[in-house]
């Protein structure tokens, strides 16, 4: 597979659990092929909307390897490293290496707030380790360390560090990052309320959360204002607006799940300590829900699904 190939929209897969908290592989593949026929680039597992923090290593490489099978190459599949300690980052990435991923979305150093030295040595340590391509997720508003400018300088000369998921929320910061560095690091939006805002700036691609249950709109979203189409794209997302809120909310698991419940594309099962949503929190995401598919818009005819390939 071209290893070129950070552009378009990647959605954050949720993990699907059973009520008994084990992993619910079908619905995992359900709500995978859902993403393949609206037309996604990519597949980013094992990530904060994958409720990482709450997976075994075991069941992270159990849903990498299953991922790939049911992705059979049809688009390249980001593993998630977000660990406390290099060397488990660095086993973690040879072993999705090893599996088949075709690249690594990796975060800072976890629970300790690493010098922006350590966290340059964390990367690099991982990128010399391993041949995938790597994006690095840069949020300093849920992870506190926030990878600058100048550190990005020092990263640049690690060939596979050739990304970077965008999520602190300044969006004049794809414009500074385009500006000192061109097309060295390939920009994904984060951020799911401001993305629109962001493929405008030139931001490459986008690592989505309410894909998971509106996988057509986000797609044709991305695709609209990379077509220059700028007028349907805002028409898509201000109809989608109170949906991607869920996307910045500290239960943003529970909510984009529940909202997989109402489009057939995932479950509700969480793994504590999260706990499904109840009461009048329950009610009121659930009328942004059922809102939003009262007016569900139709979608712009070839906006959204699988690009056929030209011989």
């Keep these: ?26 619905a995992c593949n359900k709500g995978i092929e ?12 094992g990530g904060s909307l994958g409720e990482a923090s709450t997976l075994s290593e075991e069941e992270k ?7 790939l099978k049911t992705v059979a190459g049809r688009v390249p599949v980001i593993f998630s490293i977000a660990e406390q300690a290099t060397r488990v980052a660095v086993y973690h990435a040879k072993k999705a290496e090893e599996l088949g991923a075709s690249g690594l ?8 707030y690493a010098s922006p030295d350590e966290t340059v040595a964390y990367f690099a340590t991982v990128a010399t380790n391993t041949a995938l391509p790597i994006m690095i997720y840069n949020n300093p508003v849920d992870y506190k360390i926030h990878v600058t400018l100048d550190m990005f300088t020092e990263l640049e000369k690690y060939p596979n560090i050739s990304a970077v998921k965008e999520s602190t929320r300044d969006i004049s910061n794809i414009t500074r990052m385009l500006n000192r560095f061109g097309d ?11 993305a629109l805002e962001s493929i405008v700036a030139g931001a490459h691609g986008w690592v989505a959360g309410l894909v998971d249950a509106f996988p057509k709109e986000t797609v044709a979203i991305f695709r609209l204002i990379k077509a220059g189409r700028y007028d349907e794209a805002i028409a898509i997302n201000r109809w989608f607006m109170p949906l991607l809120d869920l996307d ?12 997989e419940v109402a489009t057939g594309t995932g479950t509700e099962h969480v793994r504590a300590p999260r706990l499904k949503l109840s009461g009048k929190e329950r009610e009121q995401v659930q009328k942004v829900i059922d809102d939003a598919l009262a007016v569900r818009p139709e979608l712009p ?9 030209v011989s």
Excluded: C
């Design 61 to 67: 490489f159990t849903l990498l390897a299953e991922t």
């Design 34 to 45: 859902a993403q393949l026929e609206a037309g996604v680039d990519g597949i980013v597992i």
């Design 248 to 259: 910045i909310h500290a239960k943003l698991v529970q909510y984009i799940k529940l909202a």
């Design 105 to 112: 979305m990796l975060l800072p150093p976890l629970r300790y």
């Design 301 to 309: 005819e070839g906006s959204w699904g699988v690009v056929a390939e």
């Design 1 to 26: 597979m071209n290893k070129d190939f950070w552009a378009g929209v990647f959605p954050a897969i949720t993990t699907k659990f059973t009520a008994e908290e084990e992993l619910d592989l079908d």
């Design 184 to 194: 060295r690091f390939k920009i994904f939006t984060g951020v799911d309320p401001i």
